[in-house]
């Protein structure tokens, strides 16, 4: 199994930066599909990006010049860069795990990840 937890949300105005970091833990940190999703109040979770075990990274189009997703498997981390942050980037974000290696097209599905962490918040302020 795999246990997460996220960490590095907080308030900035618009225009500032974050980096969020997830901690994994359990034997398949290494082997596995990873990724970052974020849900506002009130709205559905929504995909932000995925790397796969082998390095391969995906973002949802809007997002792919300001944010970057990065993992350090000696740490068992996973890493979201956000650059250029903007209001309706307000969310609170979750870094989950597959547990496997997976093709893109699920790995764009919400129930494709089977490990979830507790989510951090994260605030833009305008």
């Known amino acids: 199994a795999v246990q997460l937890a996220a960490s590095g949300g907080g308030s900035v105005q618009a225009g500032g930066s974050l980096r969020l970091t997830c901690t994994g833990s359990?034997?398949?940190?290494?082997?596995?599909?990873m990724g970052w999703y974020r849900r506002a109040t009130g709205d559905e979770c929504e995909f932000v990006a995925t790397?796969?075990?082998?390095?391969?990274?995906h973002y949802a189009e809007y997002l792919k010049a300001r944010f970057t997703i990065s993992q350090d498997e000696n740490k068992n981390e996973l890493y979201l860069h956000m650059n250029n942050l903007k209001p309706e980037d307000t969310a609170k974000y979750y870094c989950?795990?597959?547990?496997?290696?997976?093709?893109?097209?699920?790995?764009?599905?919400?129930?494709?990840?089977?490990?979830w962490g507790q989510g951090t918040q994260v605030t833009v302020s305008s």
């Open positions: 790397i796969s075990s082998t390095g391969a990274t």
């Open positions: 989950a795990a597959v547990g496997r290696w997976i093709p893109l097209a699920q790995r764009l599905v919400e129930s494709a990840y089977t490990y």
């Open positions: 359990g034997s398949t940190f290494g082997d596995s599909d």
